[in-house]
């Protein structure tokens, strides 16, 4: 099965003509999180519109649609964190619906694909926050195991892990840690694909190779230009995006 990988929504609408060009029930599409807060001209009504019927087509296809929670997300899930760009207005519009969606299940904070070795996260896993959050730097399947068990709602402040204002240190957690720290210090023996930070340009994607390892980390916080696909055999390709909406 096709992945699909969409980086950073902020209010726009491009995810449509994404998945439009798939059969859903073939394809598996995987959000990385920051559904609101708009760097451009689109209003708080239409961001916290757009999402709901992003929330909508997770339901629709439960099994086929995997949607991550940003930083962007996470201030209007819990008043107990705030990151630049939040709003009160965004709030009022979206915090019950926020709350139910990760309470129900329908976003979470990390995915891992463990047949192919791959993390999805919105800012991506680094071995220093694995090993002080659970206290071993690798990433096994017992570890696996308790990623998915643990990173819940019950311990939000694991998300972010706020040691840097900035997210550049490797003791970030993945919604928050930056590519630099990312970049030395990621978990062994997976590929990971991340938004958070914004890349721009004709060849927005960006890939890094890690020092001495296989591994790669893919940043595509690179809407509306361009996503990713990784096909059956694994290969990554690198779509564009043209949006009509």
Known sequence: MKTVVIGDIHGRTDWKEIVGRYEARETTFVFLGDYLDSHE?????????????????KRSNPENVVLLMGNHDLHYFSSLFNCSGFSGNTYKRSHSEMEDAVRSGLIKFIHIDRERKIIFSHAGVSEVWLGMRFG??????SMIDRLETEMNVSDLDFAIDYTDPYGDDPWQGPGWI????????????????????????????????????????????????????????????????????
Request: proline letters at 2%.
């Open 136 to 141: 071993s730097k690798v990433l096994d399947e």
């Open 41 to 57: 001209e689109i209003t708080v009504k239409q961001q916290c519109s757009n999402f709901s019927e992003i929330l909508e087509f």
């Open 178 to 245: 930056r590519p630099t720290s990312l970049l030395s210090h990621a978990v062994e023996g997976f590929t990971q694909f991340v938004g958070h930070t914004r890349t721009a340009g004709e060849n927005a994607v960006m890939i890094k190779s890690l020092k001495n390892k296989e591994d790669e980390i893919w940043l595509i916080d690179c809407l509306p230009n361009e996503y990713c696909e990784i096909g059956e055999d694994g290969k990554v390709s690198v779509k564009k995006v043209k949006c009509d909406f």
